[in-house]
């Protein structure tokens, strides 16, 4: 029922009005309907006029478009959420169908209602526009100063900035002669910052960037016409979303498949020598041999999840060494078939199976967290996990608890579940908050590096000629049917 709210706070969750004063809310709260929406009862729909906007109060709304005939889910919007505000002052088709998850309370208003209480209350209205007044100011001091009116080149915007991508790319856009006008941004893709990429036809994200549905409505908003990922993962893209708001996401499928695949046997080699912990202790005149036992890699059953490019790359390294590989893919590689020196089998066998095992598998669904205890308590003791994959293939607190318990002999990580909060940065002056990286670091036999196994001369080169020719390809007419290196939405 509608007298269990109380409608000027329900008002005061919306950011338009959240600095308003009671009187003034008190009187467009008289103005306020309630409703209830039953689950899967329409809100809005697509394309149809609208004059009201809505203010959650209870349950969520989700939302979607059509695109290609086919419902793409943009966002679920959540209690305390007010969807259609731009409608109080138009009646534009709206934007997308909002439907109800559940049982769903809100309470809407008027655009005539809206206008008139604007009428009758001068200060109320002087209020209003000057909310709208802050957010505007907000938004014109972190756009960056561009002058378009004699520069014709395609303006790029490459998010979370360093200066060997500075390098990289400036050298690509002079060498191949793409002639891009390419802004750099030290700051992450976010909602917050995506409003830095104003007038420019693509951005250009890494791994860690925040392309969520908020992000890329906003992008959508400022003219951005396409996303382009210099990495192979896009697991941090909202594909449904870039769908819906006409955005084309393109990736570098390969860039130096040879530096993944020889970083994931150097952390290997570095673990199963204990590398690490000799090189420490001869720098402190600590000549003894106790503690560095290792084993010999020739022979032993090196188990691979995952046999794209990396995969294959780092079965010929482990076949160098003399191992015997056992491996497992969805879908298997005919070429390492007709080679005959790899043993397709079950996931599970791997895991049983092997002495040291290799991750080189995307993060989907179904992948997320295959390294759990379940699935560690299947392994050898003393197995040695490897992963320069993605870090969501492993659940961490499971691998502390393996490493602990001495099942896990060790573990050579480029990547972790939370990395976004810390890697590509220095946080050697704070105290990292997050207690299962802290754990990580503190076993002798993990080996943890930031994210660098594609990190060579060749592998940021290839990703910068790639990730502009990507755009390049757009530019001159690529679609999401024809692009070569277009990320498809399922």
Known sequence: MAEEFDKVAVLRRTQYFQDMTYRHLSSLAECLVYK????????ANEGEPRAKAFFIVQGEVQRTKLVDGQKMVIDVAKTGTCLGLLHLLNEDPSFATATAVGQVKVFYLGSKEFSKVLVDEPLLSRAFTYTLAKKVRQFSKILPKQDHSTDSKPRVVLYDSKSYWVQQFNRVNEAENLGFEIHYVNERLSPATATLAEGAVAVICFVNDDASAASLRILADVGVQMISMRCAGYDRVDLQ?????????TRVPAYSPYAVAEHAM???LSLNRHLCRA????????????????????GKTVGVLGTGRIGQIFIDICLGFGCKIIAYDKFPSKALIEAGNVQYVTQEQVLANSDVISL??????????????????TMKQGV????CGR????DTKALIRGLTSGHVGGAGLDVYENESEYFFADHSDHVVQDQDLSLLLQFPNVILTAHQAFFTQEGVGEIARVSLNNVKK???GATYQTHPNVVKCD
């Open 266 to 268: 150097s952390l290997c």
């Open 474 to 476: 757009f530019v001159e």
């Open 384 to 387: 040695i996990i490897i992963n």
């Open 391 to 394: 870090g969501g293939l492993i």
């Open 279 to 298: 090189s420490q202790r001869t720098r402190e005149y600590d000549f003894r041999l106790e503690g560095l036992l290792g084993f010999d890699m020739y």
């Open 36 to 43: 209830d929406f039953a689950d899967g009862e329409i809100l």
């Open 360 to 377: 080189h598998a995307p993060l989907l669904p179904e992948t997320h967290h295959m390294i759990n205890d379940a699935t560690i308590a």
């Open 241 to 249: 979303a870039s769908r819906a708001f006409g955005l084309l996401v």
